[in-house]
């Protein structure tokens, strides 16, 4: 649609605009503030929220009196992450860290509370791994997961695990509250890098870094996994740099903030 041109069907226009701009922001906003931004006005704003808040593409934040993405909005991001972009773009960085680390290497998205797996890089000799390309894993217990889960804003967050129900464990003898996942992903956030230890495949570990689009989200995140018993100092030294190294090459290939 070129400058001056109305379109043709008004309603989908603005919904449209709405979400992009909602995309754009740091953390959710005001309908006011939305209406203001995009000049639309403030009664179809709010009737058009409304509409996108029940179908989970937006989140009312009613203390707040503001509105953020919703899981449906983070449904479509991973639908793009999908039609191979992502696993393009990723595929040789992955196929490089695993060649020089000598351990295996996956690319991974986030869909609701699992991650997707999309590029999954086995290196020779190795243990075998649950995780495979189309596998789905519960985010809060991989490295990939918790990557890309302390990107996501608090809203975002609580959106996904609003009770003790969004909770799986594949230990019997653990249990997950929202708190604890907020102190593990308040350390990711804090050092750069998250940690899986044992919590998928016994006596296996991971590393795992966020991969960021242009205005911040996760967009994926890149792990390599390795055995606890084969593993130095110096060599895990050496996978948290080649982890943080691929995540942020693949950041910048798709125009990311890194």
């Given at each position: ?9 008004p309603a989908a226009d ?8 909602l995309a754009a922001q ?200 390795f055995a606890d018993d ?29």
């Amino acid at each position: 649609m070129t400058a001056g041109e109305k379109s043709q069907v008004p309603a989908a226009d603005a919904t449209l605009r709405i979400l992009s701009h909602l995309a754009a922001q740091r953390g959710p906003v005001p309908a006011s503030t939305i209406a203001t931004g995009l000049g639309i006005p403030r009664s179809t704003v709010y009737h058009l929220l409304r509409v996108m808040q029940e179908r989970g593409f937006v989140v009312h934040l009613p203390e707040e009196g503001r509105y953020g993405l919703g899981v449906a909005a983070f449904e479509l991001s991973s639908g793009f992450s999908r039609q191979q972009p992502l696993t393009r773009l990723g595929s040789r960085l992955v196929e490089g860290m695993v060649d020089r680390l000598g351990e295996s290497g996956h690319l991974a998205v986030l869909h609701g509370r699992d991650v997707l797996y999309l590029v999954e890089e086995r290196a020779p000799r190795r243990p075998s791994l649950v995780s495979d390309v189309g596998v789905r894993l519960p985010a809060h217990l991989t490295a990939t997961g918790r990557a890309m889960l302390a990107a996501l804003p608090a809203t975002q967050l609580r959106a996904l695990y609003p009770d003790a129900a969004a909770f799986t464990s594949r230990r019997a003898s653990e249990t997950w509250t929202y708190a604890r996942l907020k102190a593990v992903l308040a350390e990711v956030r804090r050092t750069g890098i998250a940690e899986e230890a044992g919590e998928v495949t016994g006596d296996l570990s991971s590393l795992g870094a966020v991969v960021l689009d242009h205005v911040g989200w996760p967009a994926a995140a890149v792990a390599v996994t390795f055995a606890d018993d084969r593993v130095t100092d110096d060599t895990r030294a050496a996978i948290d740099a080649e982890v943080r190294g691929a995540a942020a090459e693949l950041s910048r290939r798709i125009r990311g903030v890194r």
